[in-house]
């Protein structure tokens, strides 16, 4: 059964929610899905769980990404390889988990194993990205939906290569709805993880169009910034938000499993 209590929404615009009074694990697949589909993520807190019992019942969803770089479908985030972003302590702008990976991931869960002395930052934020689009002009939303982006990856993390241009939708639809698709890009003197474009426009239009968005999205009424105690674990909607990571310097070790969307 679902609580009797209803969740206290993390945005004005009523996504997000902390669950407080149980543990992740203790809840059912059907019960879990109920909650995504209202709020979008959920922190779970007080109840601390380890990596491997987040992948374990993560299971339970459907088939969990493996690759070489994941142990059991975990992914270590520990901040150690300091010459990459990803698996270094670099900011991670707006994304969707799996776009340089040739992966559709339905749900990203992120578990918080240590985090001691960590500065300037550390934050995990989600954007309720369906509401924030409604303060962005059509005009820009049109450019995006009908040209779509383009990445190339920089950090050696990504299995794709590095010397060609993907094609990216702009939009994608998740149970009759369309869905914001951009991976955002990185600001000057920002070490990038990866670069981003839109096709056939001049770059000026193209910093109007990631600079509205990106305003829109990150402002307080759509955008929660989780500040992260061990032990915690944040469950997300990956088609429906996007995330991103404040750097940081510290010991600040998560993990990272990502459940693939049913075919």
């Known amino acids: 059964m679902l609580s009797s209590k209803p969740y206290e929404p993390h945005t004005p615009s009523g996504r997000g929610a902390t669950i407080a009074d149980r ?9 879990l899905r109920a909650l995504i589909d209202i709020y979008q993520w959920l922190v779970f807190a007080r109840h601390p769980v380890s990596g491997s019992d987040v992948a374990e019942h993560l299971g339970k969803f459907g088939r969990l990404v493996q690759n070489d770089r994941r142990q059991n479908g975990i992914l270590k985030l520990d901040g150690s390889k300091k010459e990459e972003v990803l698996l270094g302590e670099g900011f991670m702008p707006l994304h969707r988990d799996g776009a340089f990976m040739g992966n559709d991931i339905a749900l990203v869960g992120i578990c918080c194993v240590e985090y001691q002395n960590v500065t300037g930052g550390g934050r995990t934020f989600i954007s309720d990205i369906a509401s924030a689009i409604k303060e962005v002009p059509a005009a820009m939303l049109d ?9 190339k990856p920089v950090d050696s993390y990504y299995t794709k290569p590095s010397d060609t241009w993907l094609p990216i939708p702009g939009f994608i639809e998740v149970g009759g709805a369309s869905y914001l698709n ?28 990631i600079e509205t968005l ?18 915690e674990l944040l469950l997300l909607d990956n088609r429906r938000t996007l995330h991103g990571r404040e750097p940081f310097h510290g010991q600040r070790s998560l993990v990272n499993i990502q459940v693939v969307a049913d075919a």
């Open 182 to 209: 951009v991976i955002f890009a990185y600001g000057p003197g920002e070490k990038p993880s990866w670069l981003i474009r839109i096709p056939g426009i001049e770059d000026e239009q193209f910093q109007t169009i």
């Open 23 to 31: 543990s992740f694990l203790d809840f059912s697949v059907r019960e």
């Open 143 to 151: 450019v995006i939906r009908e040209k779509g982006t383009e990445g």
């Open 214 to 231: 990106c305003a829109a999205l990150i402002s307080e009424k759509y955008c929660y910034y989780h500040q992260w105690s061990e032990g």
